[in-house]
């Protein structure tokens, strides 16, 4: 399976962008979500949707972020609204397999499908 993100870039605070994750070559994902992952900190996950469409936020991005699915559902897309300048870092989407219904977002990530990482600047 490959995942692949668009979208990151630099913004100035208050501004918004749009990334876009998509996978390709698997299926059956019962969980999918954005991370971060800022200069000198522990990666976090920020976002996450099930294979129901019940989603999660972290604190940090409620309000500000959303997640959503495409109509193809190996697709994922995050609407950044508000950036702040502690909102850059190197974001990643993954892809979960698994039993339909196990929690999203898993207790343990190792076994996700990653993407490469999509910078995103926010200057003040």
């Known amino acids: 399976v490959q995942v692949v993100e668009s979208g990151g870039g630099s913004v100035q605070a208050g501004g918004s962008l749009r990334l876009s994750c998509a996978a390709s070559?698997?299926?059956?994902?019962?969980?999918m979500g954005w991370f971060r992952q800022a200069p000198g900190k522990e990666r976090e996950g920020i976002a996450y949707m099930d294979n129901n469409g019940a989603t999660k936020y972290a604190d940090s991005v409620k309000g500000r972020f959303t997640i959503s699915q495409d109509n193809d559902k190996n697709s994922l897309s995050l609407q950044m609204n508000s950036l702040r300048p502690n909102d850059a870092a190197v974001y990643y989407c993954?892809?979960?397999?698994?039993?339909?219904?196990?929690?999203?977002?898993?207790?343990?990530?190792?076994?996700?499908?990653w993407g490469q990482g999509t910078r995103v600047n926010v200057s003040s």
């Open positions: 993954a892809f979960f397999p698994g039993r339909f219904g196990s929690p999203c977002p898993p207790p343990r990530t190792y076994f996700g499908y």
């Open positions: 070559g698997g299926g059956g994902f019962f969980c």
